[in-house]
């Protein structure tokens, strides 16, 4: 069975941690938004989701930082952050490492892959899968993407790593999706914390919509850092989604600026062919 | 590598049960550890977060850290907007 299904969204602490205090006029349509993305993805029926995130300085520092690295656990603790900061009860998320063993051996053909037993789940991971898998009764795979501490991997070889995720997804039996998760534009956890460039998340999200190579990864690392903040680098989660769905466009449900929850907020469905 | 070892340090005690301990029971001893500089223990004992991000400390660590040292959000921010202690220094 070929991928069947592939999505890219955001994460953010302030989605759970700081919910109760945001206007609801300014979040509903991303939860409206969610919900939908909930149900397309049951749909989908997944036997396995490979999550692509990066790692908000949870398992990794620059001791022995990867680009790209993977897990192969049977299971992940989650989340990583306090419960009082990020109000998502400890849980433990199934993996699937039969299946991620066999993806990380077809990967390895082009891409270089880490991998890790003991990979823990921060929000990158668990504030998508608190809405989208809330009994977390889909095993994960989760794939994180170095966006915290530069140098970080090229754009282009996010979308490579696309290319030889959807390359080995494609030969294994069970219904497998895939879903990006991190940015657009953000300023997380900083002074400039809220504010949102819209214009610029815009451009990027044409982009994913036309599936365009050239225009996913024209941005150089100050561009981004500039234009879109530090947690714009986490656009790397979502060319790698559209690397897996190349030769087909992406379907934007909504696009919408969340200053409360620091990010500007979007949910894409690639067409997966 | 910016502030590394301070970075470490926060890294480690985010994720660290035994060296969050640490930081409560045997703290001049783990600044030690660390090579801490003067300035740099100061900032993390007063929660001056926003001196720690000028001096490159990505905020990343010290959201999570703030909120276990039981800094409400809209402190930590103003604490990154004005740089100045958040907490008093234990004496």
């Known amino acids: 069975m070929p991928l069947v299904f592939a999505a890219a969204t955001n994460h953010g602490p302030g989605i759970t941690g700081r919910r109760d205090t945001a206007p609801e006029e300014e979040v509903a349509p991303f939860f409206e938004g969610w919900k939908r993305l909930h149900q397309r993805m049951e749909v989908a029926n997944l036997d396995a989701l490979v999550v692509v995130s990066s790692d908000h300085i949870q398992n990794l520092y620059m001791d022995n930082m990867p680009a790209f690295i993977i897990g192969l656990g049977d299971e992940f603790p989650g989340p990583t952050e306090d419960e009082h900061f990020l109000k998502i009860p400890k849980t433990v998320v199934p993996g699937v490492p039969e299946i991620a063993g066999v993806l990380v051996e077809e990967v390895m053909e082009t891409i270089d892959l880490s991998y890790s037993g003991e990979l823990a789940l921060d929000h990158g ?137 620091a990010i500007g907020g979007a949910v894409i469905e690639m067409t997966v062919a | 590598m910016q502030a590394y070892n301070v970075q470490k340090l926060i890294f480690h005690m985010n994720t660290r049960p035994a060296v969050y301990e640490r930081y409560g029971s ?64 234990d004496s």
């Open chain 1, 125 to 261: 991971f668990m504030v998508p899968l608190h809405f989208l898998t809330p009994k977390y009764d889909v095993p994960v795979i989760p794939l994180i993407i170095n966006c915290m501490f530069p140098p970080y991997p090229k754009l282009g070889r996010a979308y490579e790593l696309g290319r030889a995720l959807r390359r080995a997804i494609d030969q294994q039996s069970q219904r497998i999706g895939l879903l990006g998760t991190g940015g657009l534009s953000h300023w997380p956890a900083s002074p400039l914390s809220g504010k949102v460039a819209e214009e610029w998340d815009k451009e990027f999200l044409d982009a994913m919509i036309a599936n365009s190579r050239e225009d996913l990864i024209r941005y150089s690392d100050a561009e981004i850092e500039r234009d879109g903040g530090p947690g714009g680098h986490e656009i790397r989660s979502w060319i790698t989604v559209a690397g897996a769905c190349e030769g087909s466009g992406g379907t934007l449900d909504f696009y919408t600026p969340l200053p409360s929850f």
């Open chain 2, 26 to 89: 045997d703290r001049a001893v783990l600044f030690a550890e660390y090579k801490l500089t003067a300035a740099e223990q100061d900032y993390i004992e007063t929660m001056n977060v926003g001196a720690l991000f000028e001096m490159g400390v990505q905020p990343q660590l010290l959201a999570p850290f703030a909120g276990r040292e039981n800094i409400a959000w809209p402190e930590y921010i103003k604490g990154m907007e004005t740089p100045g202690p958040l907490l008093k220094r």
